[in-house]
């Protein structure tokens, strides 16, 4: 089996049990903006936004695939002199302008999936892509996508695990399923590698997110397919957020 194959396998492992899909009292799927501000990761020193740093010297632009909120592309201005961010949800992008324009920097917003996008965005000195590898089936053909659209480098952050392994006791909990384990960081490098790509990479440790622990425990909650009489005990069982994240962050040029 090719690790593009286990990516795909090990991601579709995730689906939820039908049984409780049909159950949910609202979408468990999508992400709050709160979840995703532009300053709740603490970037100013991380590997990700050095080995962006290296690429765009005094000034340049930046494409933020799967923006949020931007912390990954606001991380580089300065020295970026614009921003473009991509993103599904309409109320992503409009919190990415506003943050634009509140920083007073040149910005566009392309709302899509990406690759299915990438024919609506010009090429930019810098790619960054954070958090949104687990989101991807079709790995190859994304990367090559970010690839294209690279003047000089792509930069990708994501947990070294998958983020939703640490729920496996709430959803044994509530509902008495096991999920699983994979896919890692690790397999992703290996499918990238597998399709040509040549990165490297450097693991590390992200200090806690400040985002507030009620947004993640209604973010959990909604994952959960539980009603929000449920939040107490879902804010119990989640217990201490206050821990440090494994890392990875792979860079590779065009």
């Not at 992400?31 to 765009?56: H, K, M, N, Q």
């Not at 983020?163 to 044994?172: F, Q, Y």
């Not at 290996?190 to 507030?212: C, F, H, K, M, T």
Request: proline letters at 9%; aromatic letters at 6%; glycine letters at 6%.
């Amino acid at each position: 089996m090719t690790a593009a194959q286990l990516w795909r396998d090990e991601l579709a492992a995730w689906a939820i049990p039908a049984d409780i899909l049909a159950a949910a009292p609202e979408s468990p799927w999508g992400f709050p903006v709160e979840a995703f501000p532009a300053e709740a990761s603490p970037t100013a020193d991380s590997p990700s936004r050095a080995c962006a740093l290296e690429a765009l010297a005094s000034s340049g632009d930046v494409l933020d695939v799967g923006c949020g909120g931007g912390a990954a592309s606001f991380a580089l201005v300065p020295p970026a002199r614009s921003v473009t961010g991509v993103d599904a949800s309409p109320e992503m992008l409009q919190a990415y302008a506003a943050e634009a324009k509140r920083r007073h920097v040149e910005h566009r917003e392309v709302v899509g999936n990406w690759p299915e996008v990438d024919g609506q965005v010009d090429v930019h000195d810098v790619v960054v892509c954070h958090h949104v590898f687990y989101n991807v089936a079709e790995l190859p053909a994304f990367a090559l996508a970010l690839t294209a659209k690279a003047r000089h480098r792509v930069v990708v952050e994501m947990t070294a695990t998958h983020p939703l392994a640490d729920t496996a006791p709430l959803w044994r909990h509530f509902h008495g399923v096991d999920r699983p384990t994979g896919p890692t960081a690790a397999l992703a490098i290996d499918v990238l590698v597998e399709a040509g790509v040549r990165l490297s990479y450097e693991r590390w440790q992200r200090p806690p997110r400040g985002i507030p622990r009620e947004v993640l425990v209604a973010m959990n909650r909604r994952r959960l397919c539980l009603p929000k009489s449920a939040e107490p005990e879902v804010d119990r069982l989640m217990g201490d957020l206050a821990r440090p994240r494994e890392m990875v962050t792979m860079c590779w040029d065009d």
